[in-house]
């Protein structure tokens, strides 16, 4: 049963994932991203291009970043949270049963009736779901990003993935299993939330916009290089640029262990939301940024034991402080009354 579970589930799973243009580290955006960076690093070379191109090959496929403790690390954790959430897929809220609720609920809340905009054109209502799904699926990742790093309690499963000291594309993987818990119900809750929005507005003519199965402008996020935001190459998108798009230039400061640096730029694709939060920084030039965790104990960072475990310890902890301080509140107000 286990070798079956492993082969026909596991596997399987694990292989699609690298050929399915759905999943950011599939073969054909891996490819592209390898392109940019090397074109860019012989492009922006102060030296010859070939120079230039050298160093990229070297940041990129060098052995002290695919081979590294942090790298392995990485590679373990993929595996293993891979098998995790097959697992515990099953006991997910199903998509369809959380949309289906939605539906019914918008319909009691506004008895009215729903369709209001059925006669409009099908390929308007498809730009105006595609667009409107990508933005506020964005919106959610970086309001969960943010909370993962401003409460204890989420920081101390995120940490994690800032113990990386390496980057490659695979270093998106390097999350608790808790974290990733938490992004599969964002994922849900966005998607179920949008089909019962725009299917009790517009009616059945309800389709997103798409390539190979993907939201057309997700396909050009990952294609035009998303994945060399776990990178070591500094692609920088410019002063104007850099206040709509997140840069990967942009996303590695997020991981620079620089005091200056730190709750910074939680954006995923857009980085308008960092400019009305305040969370923006733009990229610098001529800065070398060391990632991970500053002041952390080398010993046991990339152990897969501490890597699991230490976060519950963490977490306990400060539900611990969490319900001291409500004992607090809860004296001051007796004394109060």
């Avoid at 990229?283 to 991970?292: A, I, V």
Wanted: proline letters at 3%; charged letters at 15%.
């Amino acid at each position: 049963m286990i070798v079956d579970w492993f082969y026909h589930e596991y596997l399987q799973h694990l292989i699609e994932s690298l050929v399915d243009p759905k999943k950011r580290v599939s073969f054909g955006y891996l490819i592209f991203a390898a392109m940019i960076g090397l074109a860019w690093s012989a492009f922006m070379s102060r030296h010859s291009w070939r120079y230039g191109l050298s160093q990229g090959i070297r940041k990129l496929f060098g052995k002290r970043v695919l081979f590294s403790q942090s790298a392995r690390a990485d590679y373990k954790l993929l595996l293993l949270n891979h098998g995790f959430l097959l697992l515990v897929a099953p006991f997910f809220l199903s998509k369809v049963a959380l949309t289906t609720s939605l539906f019914f609920l918008l319909h009691e809340v506004l008895p009215s009736g729903s369709a209001y905009f059925s006669s409009m054109p099908f390929w308007t209502v498809s730009v105006i779901y595609t667009l409107f799904l990508f933005v506020l699926d964005d919106f959610s990742r970086y309001v969960v990003h943010a909370a993962l790093h401003r409460i204890p309690f989420l920081w101390a499963f995120h940490k994690i993935h800032h113990t990386a000291e390496t980057l490659s594309p695979l270093t998106v993987y390097r999350t608790h299993p808790i974290e990733a818990v938490v992004f599969s119900f964002r994922s849900i809750i966005v998607q179920a939330s949008c089909i019962a929005l725009f299917v009790f507005i517009f009616g059945e003519k309800v389709d997103l916009v798409t390539i190979y199965g993907v939201n057309v402008l997700l396909f050009v996020f990952n294609l035009s290089g998303s994945n060399l935001r776990h990178s070591h190459i500094p692609i920088s998108y410019g002063r104007i640029l850099e206040r709509i798009f997140i840069s990967p230039a942009q996303h590695q400061i997020h991981h620079s262990i620089m005091r200056c640096h730190h709750g910074k730029n939680f954006g995923a694709a857009l980085s308008v939301w960092d400019y009305l939060f305040g969370s923006l920084h733009l990229s610098e030039k001529n800065t070398h940024l060391t990632f991970g965790i500053k002041n952390r104990s080398k010993r046991g960072s990339h152990n897969l034991f501490t890597l699991y475990v230490q976060p519950f310890v963490e977490a306990s902890r400060e539900v611990k402080i969490l319900f001291r301080k409500l004992e607090e509140i809860k004296k001051d107000i007796i004394n109060v009354t």
